[in-house]
């Protein structure tokens, strides 16, 4: 099983700045892919930006040139940070991970409210 703990979630005026850290832990041999998602309200979860363990990143278009996603493998953890923030960026962040066997594992969800 892997854990996920996400942090850095919080409130920024619109134009702001924040940065979402999420630590893997537990029993697995190798994490693949690590990545964000997000859910507004009303919504459905939608892929804000992955990354695989040789470091190969894709982003929504939406977020392209705003966000920038990376990981340290050694510490079992991906970072978001997030640049030029809109209100439409508004959303629950969940971290998810694909590990060992396609073990699909997601965080709790941390809150991103940008305000205009």
């Known amino acids: 099983q892997v854990q996920l703990v996400e942090s850095g979630g919080g409130l920024v005026q619109a134009g702001g700045s924040l940065r979402l850290s999420c630590a893997a832990s537990?029993?697995?041999?190798?994490?693949?892919?690590m990545g964000w998602y997000r859910q507004a309200p009303g919504k459905q979860r939608e892929l804000v930006a992955v990354?695989?363990?040789?470091?190969?990143?894709n982003y929504a278009d939406s977020v392209k040139g705003r966000f920038t996603i990376s990981r340290d493998n050694a510490k079992n953890t991906v970072l978001l940070q997030m640049s030029s923030l809109k209100p439409e960026d508004t959303a629950v962040y969940y971290c998810?991970?694909?590990?060992?066997?396609?073990?699909?594992?997601w965080g709790q969800g941390t809150q991103v409210t940008v305000s205009s």
């Open positions: 537990g029993n697995f041999f190798r994490i693949n892919t």
């Open positions: 998810q991970t694909n590990s060992d066997y396609g073990l699909i594992s």
């Open positions: 990354i695989t363990s040789g470091g190969h990143t």
